[in-house]
Structure formats: C-alpha cells, structure tokens
C-alpha cells in the first residue's frame, strides 16, 4: 500500500518556525491537512501539478508550500507559529477538483502524520 512518509515536526515556541517535508508525487495535487485535540481534520496548503498553490485562511501569510519535482519532495514552511497550529500534520496526494483543493475528500494517498506543538 503506497503510504507517505512526513518528517520535521517538533515542539517550538510561538513565534518559531518549522519546515515539514515529505514525498511528492509529480502526477498529483498534494496537500497538508492537520488534526487539533478534539477536531476534524482540516485543509492547511495545496499545490498541484503546476505549482498553484492554495491556502487556509488561518495560514495565509504565514506558511508557504513548495515541491521539487527533480527532489519528488513536498515541504511546508511554517513561520510566525502560533498555539493553534498545534495539531498532527498530514501530507496528502490526490486529484481534488477545484472546489475540493482543501477537504479530504479529494485525497486518497496520506502519511502516518507528525505532531506539531507551538507552547506560549
């Protein structure tokens, strides 16, 4: 079963930053989706094929993601953390249709995840 595989997550301080990397699929839009405590999992970043890249308004300003098609790597900078951010993060691959950039549904490829924490 083809799987994804995310690393870069860790515990920093609001304020701080973190960059989560993972495999990309160069055929497919690929995603970071992330998971609270007690929430849905939501549509953080999307950037398909051509490099259009689509945004939470939450993270808009804040964080950028990027793919390397020659790297077949996936990364999401995260800057100007916040204590909200703090979910588990997921990397996705799929082919969402343009209403469906930021919901799960249009993903059918996803990784195991990797925790983010943003502490006061």
């Known amino acids: 079963q083809v799987q994804l595989v995310e690393s870069g997550g860790g515990s920093v301080q609001a304020g701080g930053s973190l960059r989560l990397s993972c495999t990309a699929y160069?055929?497919?839009?690929m995603g970071w989706f992330r998971q609270a405590p007690g929430k849905e999992r939501e549509g953080v970043a999307t950037?398909?094929?051509?490099?259009?890249?689509y945004y939470a308004d939450s993270v808009k300003g804040r964080f950028a993601i990027s793919r390397d098609h020659a790297k077949n790597t996936l990364t999401l900078q995260m800057n100007s953390l916040k204590p909200e951010d703090t979910a588990i993060y997921y990397c996705?691959?799929?082919?969402?249709?343009?209403?469906?950039?930021?919901?799960?549904?249009?993903?059918?490829?996803w990784g195991q995840g990797t925790q983010v924490t943003v502490t006061v």
């Open positions: 950037i398909d094929s051509y490099g259009r890249t």
């Open positions: 996705a691959a799929g082919t969402p249709t343009s209403d469906y950039r930021l919901r799960e549904v249009g993903y059918h490829i």
């Open positions: 160069s055929n497919y839009c």
